[in-house]
């Protein structure tokens, strides 16, 4: 089925490093989600995304749905161990069907 | 507020037996969605029930097939099990269907077919 393009597929950070990481879509999307799923775990919304443009924070993270409503991006600030992990987008397009990306997995570096 | 819950947490079944895994929304929630995650991939969206109805059908054969009882619960039932159908399973409640209503997932139910 639809896939949005998640990058990069992969991130290897120190910790206090700053990680951004994008979605995009060959169509126009209504919603933006951002997931983090920590292993075993079911995915947690981080954050929701609702109107082109918008910027929203959620302590270190920050994500922002794309003016042209084809993309989203999600930044963390100074990163710590916890937030290694997998980072989904999600979005729900013109047909209202929830289409996910594939993830970026976030690791740190020893 | 308890979360989402999904029973058994881990199963282990042999090709060609059937399943049926159980999903308890949050209370209050109304609509469950089923996924399918394997390793490396994304969520692949299975189906939709609202109000004891299936409200949307993702792209997978006939041998997943789910309900939803008057109390919100969940079931999802696969048969004929084959080796690719190993993978997590996960739901997710949302108060109600659409656009504006966020999902909150469960831990999986981890299938593993033999």
């Known amino acids: 089925g639809q896939q949005l393009n998640q990058s990069p597929q992969s991130m290897f950070i120190q910790e206090g490093e700053d990680v951004s990481m994008n979605c995009t879509s060959s169509?126009?999307?209504?919603?933006w989600l951002w997931y983090k799923q920590d292993p075993g775990e079911g995915p947690v919304l981080l954050i929701a995304?609702?109107?082109a443009g918008e910027l929203t924070s959620n302590g270190r993270l920050t994500a922002q749905f794309g003016i042209t409503r084809k993309d989203s991006f999600l930044n963390i600030s100074a990163s710590i161990p916890s937030d290694v992990g997998i980072y989904f987008c999600?979005?729900?397009?013109?047909?209202?069907?929830?289409?996910w990306g594939a993830g970026t997995k976030l690791i740190i570096k020893p | 507020k308890a979360g989402v819950t999904q029973t058994p947490r881990y199963l282990i079944k042999t090709r060609g037996q059937q399943v049926t895994l159980s999903c308890s929304p949050i209370?209050?929630?109304?609509?469950v969605s089923w996924y399918q995650q394997t390793p490396g991939q994304g969520l692949q969206f299975l189906f939709e029930?609202?109000?004891?109805?299936?409200?949307n059908k993702g792209n997978f054969p006939g041998r997943f097939s789910g309900r939803q009882f008057s109390n919100s619960r969940s079931e999802m039932n696969v048969s004929t099990l084959e080796l690719g159908d190993s993978a997590l399973y996960l739901c997710?409640?949302?108060?109600?269907?659409?656009?504006?209503?966020?999902?909150?997932f469960g831990p999986g139910t981890r299938l593993t077919v033999t």
């Open positions: 997710a409640s949302s108060l109600t269907s659409g656009l504006y209503y966020e999902q909150y």
């Open positions: 209370s209050g929630h109304r609509s």
């Open positions: 029930y609202f109000s004891e109805t299936q409200r």
């Open positions: 169509s126009i999307f209504n919603t």
């Open positions: 995304l609702y109107k």
């Open positions: 999600a979005g729900h397009d013109s047909n209202y069907q929830l289409i």
